[in-house]
């Protein structure tokens, strides 16, 4: 299951996801984990977001890709071929377990949101903000809330910044990835909902994934008169999500056969190494960031947020994780003005 949200602003749509997947027997929940690209591109003109069964829903998506494979068409006419496709596959495997695809489609120029439901297939299109997935009993009234009150504050950093359109979806994942990261997390999980959030994006121009970004989440322990921090960087590389934590330098990867069915699977298995050396390098590549978000995990100290973006190279923290002292000094003063608390960055304690 998951926690699913299309956005448009402007003239701009965005698709976020988290990373949970969940494993059932018999109706009962068995373990879950942080694991799953749960979106992609569908065809040039159209990204998707699984929500429900994701081997029903990943079948589904590598039979019409596999359909399509060669073919040429119009952005009309692709988005008519898939409409066809979907009403007779699903009309005939009407016993497959449930999922829907949350769609973005550039067919007519200006991005809309559709919704395919596996059990009805139809096709229908929705409104410019939704909320998907087992998440929304848990997130829905917190996240819509939190939308409404901040939707034109965003908006305004970014036209006061000059800032592109595709800068606002990042201000909503900071949030969710608090919200996955901080004291609800455990909650959420019960939910079927964790991980990190990520997003892919849509104008009438293209279809994208998200530019780098690091989150630098923070928590005080005032006993102690601490700040910790930990980072954490997302990118992708083609159809491959990578996860970085610059201090102790591990990475994840987050591959999707369904995004890419004609890949061997077995071939890069059996080439694993080299598979992850060529997209780590590719990822090291990018630009470190196009958005730094700063993030607070502790519900109470959660209502400002401060970020950093930037198209050069000059960086309010290195790719080992140190951060800029008046970024520190940002950080510190949001737990209620207390200057007195250190910053501690997983490695040495630093003062202010």
């Not at 608090?178 to 609800?184: C, K, R, S, T, Y």
């Not at 737990?335 to 040495?348: A, E, I, P, V």
Request: with cysteine.
């Amino acid at each position: 299951m998951t926690y699913i949200v299309g956005i448009r602003q402007l003239d701009t749509n965005a698709i976020i996801c988290d990373t949970r997947v969940t494993w059932w027997r018999s109706n009962k929940r068995v373990t879950g984990a942080n694991i799953s690209l749960k979106s992609g591109l569908l065809f040039p003109g159209c990204l998707y977001a699984i929500i429900g069964d994701l081997g029903a829903a990943g079948a589904f998506i590598k039979e019409y890709k596999r359909k399509v494979n060669g073919t040429y068409n119009t952005l009309r006419g692709l988005w008519n071929d898939f409409s066809n496709f979907s009403r007779e596959y699903l009309t005939h495997f009407r016993d497959c377990p449930d999922f829907n695809l949350l769609l973005s489609s550039r067919c007519e120029g200006r991005p809309e949101f559709y919704v395919l439901d596996s059990k009805t297939a139809m096709l229908t299109r929705t409104d410019s903000l939704i909320t998907l997935g087992s998440g929304k009993n848990v997130l829905d009234e917190k996240f819509i809330k939190w939308f409404g009150k901040r939707e034109k504050e965003i908006l305004k950093t970014i036209n006061n910044n000059s800032l592109p359109e595709f800068t606002f979806p990042y201000f909503y994942c900071l949030w969710l990835n608090e919200m996955a990261q901080g004291e609800e997390a455990s909650k959420l999980e019960e939910n079927d909902v964790g991980g990190i959030f990520h997003f892919s994006w849509q104008d009438s121009n293209g279809d994208y994934a998200q530019h780098p970004a690091v989150y630098v989440l923070s928590t005080a322990d005032f006993d102690l008169k601490t700040v910790y921090i930990w980072v954490y960087r997302v990118a992708f590389v083609d159809d491959c999500l990578v996860v970085d934590n610059p201090v102790t330098e591990a990475r994840e990867f987050f591959f999707s056969s369904v995004a890419r069915p004609t890949r061997d699977i077995d071939n890069y298995l059996a080439n694993w190494d080299n598979v992850v050396a060529e997209i780590g390098c590719k990822a090291n590549l990018q630009p470190f960031y196009y958005f730094c978000g700063l993030g607070f995990p502790q519900l109470k100290y959660r209502g400002q947020f401060g970020c950093h973006v930037t198209t050069k190279d000059n960086f309010i923290i290195t790719k080992d994780g140190w951060l800029d002292p008046q970024y520190k000094s940002l950080i510190i003063s949001n737990f209620r003005g207390d200057y007195s608390l250190k910053l501690q960055d997983g490695k040495t304690i630093l003062d202010k």
